[in-house]
């Protein structure tokens, strides 16, 4: 757990054990998995983590939430490594409402078989309240995945860019960067 800035809480997981990416990029220096926390009159998660870190973001979470309870999980992107525990997110806070764009939602479903019981879909250029600081979507399909959607917050001005400028690290001595953008 890490603080990003004013009440922008990094509660992400690195993943050492990996060595390839989605089973062909080489990783020597492992895989980040990213997820934040918006700490404010009503908190925001953006974002879950790969299957197998559960444990340990659920712990970060904790940490950071103290006694509270998110209001909203915003789901970026449908990528496993991005959504994978919406439904062990949902087990433990079940009356968070989940937000994210129409085109997701199907992918939730095909991907879970079972419907999302508290939901807020949104459009592109929508925001969302969360008292002190306002949150806007942006979306941005084909980034990486159809459904791809960013989240601008405007209060601190930081970009919660899902993939978009994401790279991966070194292969045969070669930068290999993947941009998904």
Known sequence: MKHVTNNIYYVGVNDHQLDLFEGQYIVPNGMAYNSYVIMDD???????????????????????????KPDYL???????????????????????????????????????HQEIPNKLVVNNGDKLDLGGRELTFMFAPMVHWPEVMMTYDANSKVLFSADGFGKLGLRSKKILFRYRW
């Open 42 to 68: 009503k908190i925001a998660i953006l974002d879950t983590i790969e299957v197998n870190f559960k444990e340990e973001w659920l712990n970060n979470l904790k940490e950071v939430l103290k006694d509270r």
């Open 74 to 112: 915003i789901v970026q992107h449908m990528e496993p490594d991005h959504s994978a525990n919406i439904m062990e997110f949902l087990k433990v806070y079940p009356d968070t409402i989940v937000v994210s764009n129409a085109q997701a939602f199907k992918m939730m479903y095909q991907f879970f």
